[in-house]
C-alpha cells in the first residue's frame, strides 16, 4: 500500500473493505438484529466497542504477543471488552439488552472483530488501528442501518426511532408486508444488496477494460 | 423454565428455531461450505459431535464452577475456551483413532471454534436454564436442524451450478436467495409449539 493517511484508512473501511458487504463478515449479527433501526444501531454500537478496545489492545501488545499464541491471545482481548459491554447494555439499556438477545456475547466469535486483530492491528500502530477500528466500525454501522430501514419499512410500514416516528407510508402501513420482518426477509434483503454491490463492481470493472 | 418436554426441545431445535434460517447462527460456515454436498455433510457431522460436547461440558462447568462461586460474568470467556480447548481435543482424538475420519473432518474442525452455532446452543442452553438432559438434547437436535438444513442447501447449490445466472448475482448472492425460499419454508413452523 502506498501513502497511508488517516482520513484514507477511515473510508478504506466503510467502502472498499466494507465487512459485511465486501468482505462478507459478521453476517449473522447483521442478519437477526436488523428488524429495526434501532436495533441496528445498538448491535453495531456495542460491536464498534469491542472493536475499538480490541484493535487498541492488540497494536499495543503487538510486539509482546509470541506469533503461535495470538489467536487465543485476540479470543481473550476481545472477550473481555465483549463482557464489559454486555454488563454495561444489561444495566443501562435493559430494552436493547433484551432484544439483542444473545448476539451480544456472540460479538465474541464475530469474525469482524477477529480478522481486523489478525489483518491489521497486529501489523500497524495504535493509532492506524484506532482509525481501521472506526472505519470498519462505521461500515458495519452503514450496512446494519440499511437492511434494517429496509426491513423496518418495508415490514412494518414505518421507521421508529428512539420514540419518534420518522418516516410512514401512510395506507401501506396497514397491511405491510409482515415477510420482511420475519427471516426469510432478511436473507432476501441481504442478498439484493449484495447483488447491487456486484453489479456496482462489475459496471465499473468493464469500463475500466 | 420447567416441564419442557423432550419432544417439545426436539421440535424447536430443529424445525421452529432452526439455528440457520431462523436464528441466523452459523451463517458464515453454512455459506462458505455449502458448496458440495460432500464437505457439507464432513462440516454437519464435526458441528453436531461439538455442539453435543460443548452442551454437557458447558453445563458441568456452568452449574459447579461458575454458578456456586459468583462468576457468572466469565460466562463467555470459559464457555470460548471450553469450545476452543474440545475443539483440539476432538481433534487429537480423531486423529489418533480414526485417520480416515481425520482426512475427511480435520479441515473443519478449526472452523468450528469460531462457529457462532456452537456458542449459541451453550449460552441460549444457560439462558433457557435447561437441565443436563435438556442441554445434551437441545445439543445434538441443534445440530440435526443444522445438518438437515446444510444438506438440502448443499444439494439445492449443486444441481444450481449448472444454471445460467446472471453475472452479479453469482456466488453468494444466489445462495442467500436460496436460503430465503428454505426460510420462507421453515418461518411456517412458527406457532407450532405454543410458548
Known amino acids: 500500500m502506498a501513502e497511508k493517511t488517516i482520513l484514507g484508512e477511515y473510508l478504506r ?7 459485511v458487504l465486501a468482505l462478507v463478515l459478521g453476517l449473522c449479527p447483521a442478519l437477526a438484529v436488523t428488524t429495526s433501526v434501532e436495533n441496528a444501531i445498538g448491535m453495531s454500537g456495542a460491536a464498534l466497542f469491542v472493536l475499538l478496545g480490541s484493535n487498541i489492545m492488540v497494536s499495543a501488545l503487538r510486539k509482546q504477543i509470541p506469533p503461535i499464541i495470538r489467536i487465543p491471545m485476540f479470543i481473550i482481548i476481545i472477550c473481555t471488552f465483549v463482557t464489559i459491554i454486555d454488563m454495561v447494555m444489561e444495566a443501562y439499556t435493559p430494552p436493547l439488552y433484551k432484544a439483542l438477545g444473545i448476539f451480544i456475547p456472540l460479538i465474541v466469535v464475530n469474525c469482524i472483530i477477529i480478522g481486523r486483530a489478525e489483518a ?14 472506526f472505519g470498519i466500525g462505521t461500515g458495519f454501522l452503514v450496512v446494519l442501518v440499511a437492511i434494517g430501514a429496509i426491513r423496518e419499512l418495508l415490514g ?20 405491510p408486508a409482515t415477510f420482511m420482518i420475519l427471516p426469510a426477509g432478511a436473507f432476501m434483503t441481504i442478498g439484493v444488496l449484495m447483488a447491487l454491490v456486484n453489479y456496482n463492481r462489475i459496471r465499473k470493472l468493464k469500463k475500466g477494460a | 423454565m420447567e416441564d419442557v418436554s423432550l419432544f417439545a426441545i426436539a ?18 460456515s453454512f455459506l462458505g461450505v455449502s458448496k458440495e454436498t460432500k464437505s457439507a455433510a464432513g462440516m454437519s457431522a464435526a458441528v453436531m459431535f461439538v455442539m453435543i460436547m ?3 461440558a458447558a453445563f458441568l462447568i456452568y452449574t459447579f464452577l461458575l454458578k456456586p462461586f459468583g462468576l457468572t460474568f466469565l460466562t463467555t470467556i470459559s464457555f470460548i475456551i471450553i469450545i476452543a480447548s474440545l475443539v483440539q481435543l476432538v481433534e487429537f482424538i480423531i486423529r489418533k483413532f480414526s485417520p480416515p475420519l481425520y482426512r475427511s473432518l480435520g479441515i473443519f474442525l478449526p472452523l468450528i471454534t469460531t462457529n457462532c452455532a456452537i456458542l449459541g446452543v451453550v449460552i441460549l442452553n444457560v439462558r433457557l436454564e435447561y437441565g443436563f438432559i435438556e442441554s445434551v438434547f437441545y445439543g445434538f437436535t441443534a445440530g440435526v436442524g443444522y445438518t438437515m438444513v446444510m ?7 449443486e444441481k444450481c ?25 421453515f418461518v411456517n413452523f412458527f406457532g407450532v409449539i405454543p410458548t
Open chain 1, 13 to 19: 473501511g466503510i467502502v472498499k473493505d466494507n465487512p
Open chain 2, 11 to 28: 421440535i424447536n431445535g430443529i424445525f421452529v428455531k432452526n439455528f440457520l434460517l431462523v436464528q441466523f447462527l452459523g451463517l458464515c
Open chain 1, 120 to 133: 491489521y492491528a497486529i501489523k500497524n500502530n495504535v493509532k492506524y488501528s484506532i482509525v481501521d477500528a
Open chain 1, 156 to 175: 412494518t410500514g414505518a421507521i421508529v426511532l428512539f420514540g419518534f416516528k420518522l418516516i410512514s407510508i401512510p395506507i401501506y402501513s396497514d397491511t
Open chain 2, 151 to 157: 444438506l438440502i442447501m448443499s444439494s439445492i447449490r
Open chain 2, 54 to 56: 460443548a452442551s454437557i
Open chain 2, 161 to 185: 451450478s449448472v444454471l445460467r445466472i446472471p453475472e452479479a448475482v453469482q456466488g453468494i448472492p444466489h445462495a442467500f436467495f436460496i436460503t430465503t425460499l428454505l426460510s420462507m419454508a
